[in-house]
């Protein structure tokens, strides 16, 4: 069919708005068979990750055999080179990423001349692989899921076509296939191969099973003809006519009728889903929405230009009537207005069909896409989406526009009378509905559900100020427009009694048509009610008691929640069939509206209660309680949804995520190199606004409550808010809970938290109550503020006296021998070299500092002594220091010292009682200032060297004859001065955040923080330049691990590039190399490099604390426990029993609890075990995941969990010195836990 030689063509441009493109050329063989193609330059990636072991790859290796491909990759957690077929290797191995294929680098031969994708569909994720669609949209694909076994009796939506619809949807031609051991059915087909090539696959449905799809083998595929074209950019996609469509452009295009009329159905579809792939879904759905109202405003246009504007018209009639001068006149108009109505309707009907006529294909075009839209937000891009599956709305009935009864046949005994606004006669009336261009979010899963919520949508404020006779609405009604406005109308809705069950009826349908597009939905009844709702609250026109429309719609609100019955089962009436508003009552009291009921929506029936006074009225004070008790619930639900969306946005422009929001809403925080918020010592409060604690909607349906009732939305801002809010920070800690389970955490805090969020006694607490319970459940609080070292010179604590954090004192001199004769130099010399290693061991065995004594990234003390010190010498005197003003600016200063630090020296310098601790120790710095007076300090060199602060400390005494050691500092938390400093320092703290927010941007918009030249010099030479001077591998892998674990701000997978490490580092002689060799080198395998768009890549691979790093991306899920036959966490004796005091173990302040896959001493533990722990603890992963754990393997085979994991998931508990089985219930019973 044609040789294998290109012919190329050039083709122009076709769209002057550069909306459609054709491609720069077409590469074709004229059609060749695609054998030849695939044995010329097919190309092949196929899944043969862990999942495919046995049958199912043997099914994989066998078809593409068949079909002949000339070069084969295959792909797991990473992706080998293309090579012969062959030469492959059929095996099984690793984990499961298709976008391997294409990242880092692109594995596709430049040369392809067609695409294979095969996979068993079990992919953790598909949107990287997603990104990477327009890769191949060039050529022919075959996307082919495979399966072990005969699965012709399977339904088509138990396969994951998800992975690889973003391909199907960006290339010209290809095929989906699901190829299991018997035979290949097809699912979807496009491009070259429809028509009369390939066989045409039925609709797809949630039902549709395997065997009803078409069988084709890989001989069929192969003789298709097929032809590749000119590659394309991401961001456009090939048309049915091989021309190209940006889809940027699309979005911005003016003229949509004339872009309409160039796309076909399929291509409609297809350019649907490219959006959904891009994460545009949402800009295109308004986009598609505005060209629908367009259309219609085309169709009301043309009608307006046929209709009879003369005097003799209707509208000109209506002109007259107003200007009548008598009875007699307006009588005789209208007469005439009835019979002109009777005609023009016919003709004003003839001309909408005409004018609808000419929009009928743009508009199915139109709508043919919502659908897609709506059903890719349902499913994704599954199978069902691809056969357009929708929700429920898709099984509902649909009434008959030309069919509903006339409003001349309703029993109006009863109906309330008005004037109406056409003929000025009183009687039964009915208001005009305006037309609704687009009712999708009326008929969602979420608005059968919502359906009061929904009903308060702009959208659905369809009610017009307009009043029409009831015998002279059905005219109204057939001409489809306004007789005022001349805009298009759906209905008029009669204002009957609601119950009379044929009056019900009429009102329903039209309901139906005005609402949900003519489906026949019972909810319609609430999605009115609280459209009318909104109505009465919002316009000036619905004012009820004042206005003929209010009125009238306060009247019929009534008549719904009267004669309207929600049947048992349903979310409001779950118990019994029962009115709306004998329902509304009886949930009053219940979870359904203070748990499961959105903010929204309980804001809704609230205020329906207190607008339609039922039988059981109810007190402002009670509806206000319900409200409290529904806000107090909100905050852990919608903590747990941030935490479950893992967001870094805003609430409400304020800057702050929620973690931190909710965190700042009860104490002041500092915030540290990650970006966290934490608690600062001393500064605990009440909630003093609800902005922090829910979401922008929400916080709106509060105040649409609070408003008709009167009551200030300070009044709704309750003591007890203040505990929920610090027992949801301390329980909802993992998004991997339901909604509903993080509430009964939170309730099960205290009783207090567990009043405020009951309906019978939210707002109980009070704020003496509230304040004791915050500040004794702080962090801060919970670490117990221990003794410091007292200043025994300017210089710093002690250098003969280590004071530990259990409150004993240690003589450092102990084991030092007096040498007779010695010089006094020699003594103090050997003196230091002792207190040296003696000072060494201690600090590393209390503050986890190097053994040396040196700050390290895990060391918990803080350099406090020696920033006071520093800033003592710069701005201040002793007498200085007795001044309660300088006290406080001088405190606050060294703060701002200690927090400024960087690098693994800076040690915890995010501590919570920073402040605290210094204003601790001022007078202690002033007291060894006067006992060292004969010493200039300003003088000395700083740092001080230790010898030299051994010899001031020393004196004239020596090491045999020390006195008693200083006394520890320690000031009572409710020391007046201590508080009163404590204020200041909290005063100056806000002045300086305010002005930096001021400095934040220069009148030029410039930012005040941008990189300076010297900075920007420092990255040139980083990349490539002038780094000289030696450099300390193995400091620089512990500061790249400190960095890359706790500092940097990196991408959600880990990765930085290799130059923001660099700058971040203070290593001179580093270079991109130094990155590599030292990641290279690691024994620990503690690093990975890549390279993505000629940049160089590294990330740590575990070990996080960053908030920006997600473990989805970081870490490869672990499914099955015999993946992991030993899993083993070292720790220590103490931390063994903080163990078992809380539960379980925890992840700290990391992303999640480490563990090694054997014992520290074990060949294939390379990292995850510290050697030199006491214990090791197995833990039951099987017994973990049934617990809801999640268990993930890193680059460097440490298994992670973000935990807890309770204590009944360990195995055993061993200690390492001999071997020995740990007794945990000893423990527990010696430590009376």
Same mark, same amino acid.
């Given at each position: 069919m044609?040789?294998?030689?290109?012919?190329?063509?050039?083709?122009?441009?076709?769209?002057?708005d550069?909306?459609?493109?054709?491609?720069?050329?077409?590469?074709?063989r004229e059609?060749?068979?695609?054998?030849?193609?695939?044995?010329?330059?097919?190309?092949?990636?196929?899944?043969?990750?862990?999942?495919?072991r046995?049958?199912?790859l043997?099914?994989?290796q066998?078809?593409?055999?068949?079909?002949g491909?000339?070069?084969?990759?295959?792909?797991?957690?990473?992706?080998?080179?293309?090579?012969?077929l062959?030469?492959?290797?059929?095996i099984?191995?690793?984990?499961?990423?298709p976008?391997?294929?294409?990242?880092?680098?692109?594995?596709?031969?430049?040369?392809?001349?067609?695409?294979v994708?095969?996979?068993?569909?079990?992919?953790?994720s598909?949107?990287?692989?997603?990104?990477?669609a327009?890769?191949?949209a060039?050529?022919?694909?075959?996307?082919?899921?495979?399966?072990?076994?005969?699965?012709?009796?399977?339904?088509?939506s138990?396969?994951?076509?998800?992975?690889?619809?973003?391909?199907?949807?960006?290339?010209?031609?290809?095929?989906?296939?699901?190829?299991?051991?018997?035979?290949?059915?097809?699912?979807?087909?496009?491009?070259?191969?429809?028509?009369?090539?390939?066989?045409?696959p039925?609709?797809?449905?949630?039902?549709?099973?395997?065997?009803?799809?078409?069988?084709?083998?890989?001989?069929?595929?192969?003789?298709?003809?097929?032809?590749?074209?000119?590659?394309?950019?991401?961001?456009?996609?090939?048309?049915?006519?091989?021309?190209?469509?940006?889809?940027?452009?699309?979005?911005?295009?003016?003229?949509?009728?004339?872009?309409?009329?160039q796309?076909?159905?399929?291509?409609?579809?297809?350019?649907?889903?490219?959006y959904?792939?891009?994460? #545009?879904?949402?800009?295109?759905?308004?986009?598609?929405?505005?060209? =629908? &109202? @367009? *259309? %219609?405003?085309?169709? +009301?246009? /043309?009608?307006?230009a046929?209709?009879?504007?003369?005097?003799?018209?209707?509208?000109?009639?209506?002109?007259?009537l107003?200007?009548?001068a008598?009875?007699?006149?307006?009588?005789?108009?209208?007469?005439?207005?009835?019979?002109?109505?009777?005609t023009?309707a016919?003709?004003?009907?003839?001309?909408?069909?005409?004018?609808?006529?000419?929009?009928?294909?743009?508009?199915?075009?139109?709508?043919?896409?919502?659908?897609t839209?709506?059903?890719?937000?349902?499913?994704?891009?599954?199978?069902m989406?691809?056969?357009?599956?929708?929700?429920?709305?898709? #099984?509902?009935?649909t009434?008959?526009?030309?069919?509903?009864a006339? =409003? &001349? @046949? *309703? %029993?109006?005994?009863? +109906?309330? /009378?008005?004037?109406?606004?056409?003929?000025?006669?009183?009687?039964?009336?009915?208001?005009?509905?305006?037309?609704m261009?687009?009712?999708?979010?009326?008929?969602?899963?979420?608005?059968?559900?919502?359906?009061?919520?929904?009903?308060?949508?702009?959208?659905?404020?369809?009610?017009?100020?307009?009043?029409?006779?009831?015998?002279?609405?059905?005219?109204?009604?057939?001409?489809?427009?306004?007789?005022l406005?001349?805009?298009?109308?759906?209905?008029?809705?009669?204002?009957?009694?609601?119950?009379?069950?044929?009056?019900?009826?009429?009102v329903?349908?039209r309901?139906?048509?005005?609402?949900?597009?003519?489906l026949?939905?019972?909810?319609?009844?609430?999605?009115?009610?609280?459209?009318?709702?909104?109505?009465?609250?919002?316009?000036?026109?619905?004012?009820?008691?004042?206005?003929?429309?209010?009125?009238?719609?306060?009247?019929?609100?009534?008549?719904?929640?009267?004669?309207?019955?929600l049947?048992?089962?349903?979310?409001?009436?779950?118990?019994?069939?029962?009115?709306i508003?004998?329902?509304?009552?009886a949930?009053?009291?219940?979870?359904?509206l203070?748990?499961?009921?959105?903010?929204?929506?309980?804001?809704?029936i609230?205020?329906?209660?207190?607008?339609?006074?039922?039988?059981?009225?109810?007190?402002?004070?009670?509806?206000?309680?319900?409200?409290?008790?529904?806000?107090a619930?909100a905050?852990?639900?919608?903590?747990?949804?941030w935490?479950?969306?893992?967001?870094?946005?805003?609430?409400?422009?304020q800057?702050a995520?929620?973690?931190?929001a909710?965190?700042?809403?009860i104490?002041?925080?500092?915030?540290?190199?990650?970006?966290?918020?934490?608690?600062?010592?001393?500064?605990s409060?009440?909630?003093?606004?609800?902005?922090?604690?829910?979401?922008?909607?929400?916080?709106?349906?509060?105040?649409?409550?609070?408003?008709?009732?009167?009551?200030?939305?300070?009044?709704?801002?309750?003591p007890?808010?203040?505990?929920?809010?610090?027992?949801?920070?301390?329980?909802?800690?993992?998004?991997?809970?339901?909604?509903?389970?993080?509430?009964?955490?939170?309730r099960s805090?205290?009783?207090?938290?567990?009043?405020?969020?009951?309906?019978?006694?939210?707002?109980?607490?009070?704020?003496?109550?509230?304040?004791?319970?915050?500040?004794?459940?702080?962090a801060?609080?919970?670490?117990?503020?221990?003794?410091?070292?007292?200043?025994?010179?300017?210089?710093?604590p002690?250098?003969?006296?280590?004071?530990?954090?259990?409150?004993?004192?240690?003589d450092?001199?102990?084991?030092?021998?007096?040498?007779?004769?010695e010089?006094?130099?020699?003594m103090?010399?050997?003196?230091?070299?002792?207190?040296r290693?003696?000072?060494?061991?201690?600090?590393?065995?209390?503050?986890?500092?190097?053994?040396?004594?040196?700050?390290?990234?895990?060391?918990?003390?803080?350099?406090?002594?020696?920033?006071?010190?520093?800033?003592?010498?710069?701005?201040?005197?002793?007498?200085?220091?007795?001044?309660?003003?300088?006290t406080?600016?001088?405190?606050?200063?060294?703060?701002?010292?200690?927090?400024?630090?960087?690098?693994?020296?800076?040690?915890?310098?995010?501590?919570?009682?920073?402040?605290?601790?210094v204003?601790m120790?001022?007078?202690?710095?002033?007291?060894?200032?006067?006992r060292?007076?004969?010493?200039?300090?300003?003088?000395?060199?700083?740092?001080l060297?230790?010898?030299?602060?051994?010899?001031l400390e020393?004196g004239?005494?020596?090491?045999?004859?020390?006195?008693?050691?200083?006394?520890?500092?320690?000031?009572?938390?409710?020391?007046?001065?201590?508080?009163?400093?404590?204020?200041?320092?909290?005063q100056?703290?806000?002045?300086?955040?305010?002005?930096?927010?001021?400095?934040?941007?220069?009148?030029?918009?410039?930012?005040?923080?941008?990189?300076?030249?010297?900075?920007?010099?420092?990255?040139g030479?980083?990349?490539?330049?002038?780094?000289?001077?030696?450099?300390?591998?193995?400091?620089?892998?512990?500061?790249?691990?400190?960095?890359?674990?706790?500092?940097?701000?990196?991408?959600?997978d880990?990765?930085?590039t290799?130059?923001?490490?660099?700058?971040?580092?203070?290593?001179?002689?580093?270079?991109a190399?130094?990155?590599?060799?030292?990641?290279?080198?690691?024994?620990?395998?503690?690093f990975?490099?890549?390279?993505?768009?000629?940049?160089?890549?590294?990330?740590?691979?575990?070990?996080?604390?960053?908030?920006?790093?997600?473990?989805?991306?970081?870490?490869?899920?672990?499914?099955?426990p015999?993946d992991?036959?030993?899993?083993?966490h070292?720790?220590?004796d103490?931390?063994?029993?903080?163990?078992?005091?809380?539960?379980?173990?925890?992840?700290?302040?990391?992303?999640?609890?480490?563990?090694?896959?054997?014992?520290?001493?074990?060949?294939?533990?390379?990292?995850?075990?510290r050697?030199?722990?006491?214990?090791?603890?197995?833990?039951?992963?099987?017994?973990?995941?049934?617990?809801?754990?999640?268990?993930?393997?890193s680059?460097?085979?440490?298994?992670?969990?973000?935990?807890?994991?309770p204590?009944?998931?360990?195995?055993?508990?061993?200690?390492?010195?001999?071997?020995?089985?740990?007794?945990l219930?000893?423990?527990?019973?010696?430590?009376g836990?």
């Open positions: 044609g040789d294998s030689t290109f012919t190329i063509t050039n083709v122009a441009t076709s769209s002057s550069g909306v459609f493109l054709a491609p720069r050329s077409e590469l074709r059609l060749t068979r695609l054998s030849v193609l695939m044995n010329g330059a097919g190309f092949a990636a196929v899944d043969n990750s862990d999942s495919t046995g049958a199912p043997l099914v994989a066998r078809f593409v055999q068949s079909l491909v000339h070069k084969v990759s295959l792909w797991n957690s990473t992706c080998d080179a293309p090579r012969p062959r030469e492959i290797c059929w099984s191995t690793g984990g499961t990423e976008q391997t294929i294409f990242s880092p680098q692109n594995f596709v031969p430049d040369d392809a001349s067609c695409f994708f095969m996979t068993d569909g079990q992919v953790w598909t949107e990287e692989l997603a990104r990477h327009s890769v191949t060039h050529l022919p694909s075959l996307l082919i899921i495979f399966a072990s076994g005969d699965n012709h009796l399977s339904c088509v138990q396969f994951n076509v998800s992975v690889v619809m973003a391909h199907f949807t960006a290339a010209f031609t290809a095929a989906v296939l699901i190829v299991d051991a018997e035979c290949s059915r097809l699912i979807a087909v496009k491009g070259d191969w429809l028509g009369d090539h390939l066989p045409q039925p609709p797809l449905t949630d039902t549709l099973v395997l065997q009803d799809c078409p069988s084709v083998s890989a001989s069929d595929l192969l003789d298709y003809p097929s032809r590749v074209y000119e590659p394309v950019d991401a961001g456009t996609i090939y048309l049915a006519d091989g021309s190209l469509l940006d889809l940027q452009a699309l979005l911005r295009v003016q003229d949509h009728f004339e872009s309409l009329s796309i076909s159905q399929a291509d409609i579809e297809n350019i649907t889903r490219a959904f792939v891009l994460g #545009r879904l949402e800009e295109w759905r308004i986009l598609l929405n505005r060209w =629908l &109202v @367009s *259309l %219609d405003q085309r169709v +009301a246009t /043309q009608v307006q046929s209709s009879d504007d003369s005097s003799t018209g209707v509208y000109g009639l209506l002109r007259r107003r200007l009548a008598n009875d007699s006149e307006r009588e005789s108009l209208s007469a005439q207005i009835r019979q002109a109505v009777a023009g016919s003709q004003e009907r003839q001309a909408r069909e005409q004018a609808s006529r000419s929009v009928r294909g743009p508009r199915a075009l139109v709508n043919a896409a919502l659908d839209a709506l059903a890719l937000s349902i499913s994704g891009m599954s199978a989406s691809l056969g357009r599956l929708s929700n429920r709305a898709t #099984r509902a009935g009434i008959d526009r030309n069919a509903i006339e =409003l &001349v @046949s *309703l %029993d109006a005994s009863g +109906a309330p /009378q008005e004037e109406d606004m056409i003929l000025y006669e009183e009687g039964p009336v009915a208001l005009c509905f305006k037309a261009s687009d009712t999708e979010h009326n008929t969602s899963d979420f608005a059968l559900n919502q359906a009061l919520r929904v009903g308060q949508y702009p959208a659905n404020a369809v009610i017009e100020p307009l009043l029409v006779a009831l015998e002279f609405a059905d005219g109204i009604e057939r001409s489809d427009t306004s007789p406005t001349r805009e298009r109308l759906s209905v008029c809705l009669p204002i009957v009694p609601l119950a009379n069950e044929h009056n019900r009826r009429v329903f349908e309901l139906c048509l005005v609402f949900m597009s003519g026949s939905m019972q909810h319609v009844w609430l999605v009115a009610l609280s459209s009318i709702l909104r109505t009465l609250e919002t316009q000036e026109w619905a004012a009820a008691g004042t206005t003929p429309t209010g009125r009238l719609l306060e009247w019929f609100a009534v008549q719904i929640m009267e004669h309207v019955i049947p048992e089962g349903s979310r409001l009436s779950p118990d019994a069939s029962r009115p508003n004998e329902a509304l009552v949930i009053l009291r219940s979870e359904v203070t748990v499961h009921s959105s903010v929204e929506e309980a804001s809704v609230l205020r329906l209660m207190h607008r339609f006074p039922t039988r059981a009225a109810f007190s402002n004070a009670t509806l206000r309680q319900s409200m409290l008790a529904r806000i619930v905050v852990p639900q919608m903590h747990r949804n935490l479950q969306n893992n967001r870094a946005d805003v609430w409400a422009d800057g995520t929620s973690l931190s909710l965190l700042s809403s104490c002041d925080t500092r915030v540290d190199a990650r970006g966290a918020h934490i608690s600062i010592a001393g500064t409060r009440l909630v003093a606004s609800l902005e922090p604690l829910l979401p922008p909607h929400a916080l709106q349906a509060v105040i649409a409550f609070a408003n008709p009732l009167a009551i200030s939305i300070e009044d709704l801002v309750v007890g808010l203040s505990l929920v809010v610090r027992a949801t920070l301390d329980c909802i800690t993992s998004p991997d809970i339901s909604s509903y389970e993080a509430v009964q955490l939170v805090y205290t009783n207090d938290v567990a009043a405020e969020m009951n309906v019978n006694t939210a707002g109980i607490v009070t704020s003496e109550q509230a304040l004791d319970t915050i500040r004794s459940d702080l801060w609080a919970r670490v117990p503020l221990e003794p410091m070292p007292p200043f025994a010179t300017p210089f710093g002690s250098t003969l006296w280590f004071y530990t954090s259990d409150g004993t004192v240690v450092m001199t102990q084991g030092f021998e007096m040498i007779a004769n010089s006094r130099s020699d103090v010399l050997r003196l230091t070299d002792h207190v290693g003696a000072r060494g061991r201690l600090m590393a065995r209390y503050y986890g500092s190097s053994p040396t004594g040196s700050f390290i990234a895990g060391t918990t003390a803080v350099p406090l002594y020696k920033e006071m010190s520093k800033e003592y010498q710069q701005t201040g005197s002793a007498e200085d220091l007795s001044n309660w003003e300088f406080s600016s001088f405190v606050h200063r060294v703060v701002q010292r200690l927090v400024g630090r960087s690098g693994p020296s800076a040690g915890n310098v995010y501590a919570e009682t920073l402040e605290r601790y204003a120790l001022v007078p202690s710095l002033r007291d060894s200032i006067a060292h007076a004969c010493v200039d300090v300003a003088a000395e060199p700083q740092p060297p230790l010898l030299r602060r051994v010899e020393l004239d005494s020596s090491p045999d004859m020390l006195g008693d050691a200083l006394e520890a500092v320690w000031i009572p938390q409710d020391d007046l001065r201590l508080i009163e400093t404590l204020t200041r320092v909290h100056l703290r806000e002045a300086d955040r305010i002005a930096a927010l001021r400095r934040r941007r220069r009148p030029d918009g410039t930012d005040v923080d941008e990189v300076s030249a010297d900075a920007q010099a420092k990255r030479a980083g990349a490539g330049g002038n780094r000289s001077t030696r450099l300390d591998v193995e400091r620089f892998q512990r500061s790249m691990t400190w960095y890359l674990r706790h500092r940097a701000a990196t991408r959600p880990g990765y930085i290799v130059d923001a490490l660099l700058d971040a580092l203070d290593f001179p002689a580093a270079t190399d130094s990155v590599l060799q030292a990641a290279a080198a690691d024994e620990k395998t503690r990975s490099v890549i390279e993505e768009d000629g940049l160089l890549l590294v990330r740590a691979n575990q070990g996080h604390t960053i908030t920006s790093v997600d473990p989805e991306q970081l870490l490869t899920p672990i499914y099955d015999d992991v036959p030993v899993c083993a070292g720790t220590y103490d931390s063994l029993l903080n163990i078992l005091r809380s539960g379980g173990l925890n992840r700290m302040q990391r992303h999640a609890i480490q563990m090694a896959v054997g014992l520290p001493d074990d060949p294939e533990v390379r990292s995850g075990i050697r030199g722990v006491d214990v090791v603890i197995y833990i039951d992963v099987a017994r973990a995941i049934r617990h809801g754990l999640r268990f993930y393997r680059q460097n085979n440490v298994i992670c969990c973000p935990g807890p994991i204590v009944d998931c360990f195995i055993r508990v061993i200690r390492l010195s001999n071997g020995a089985c740990v007794n219930d000893e423990i527990r019973r010696n430590a836990i």
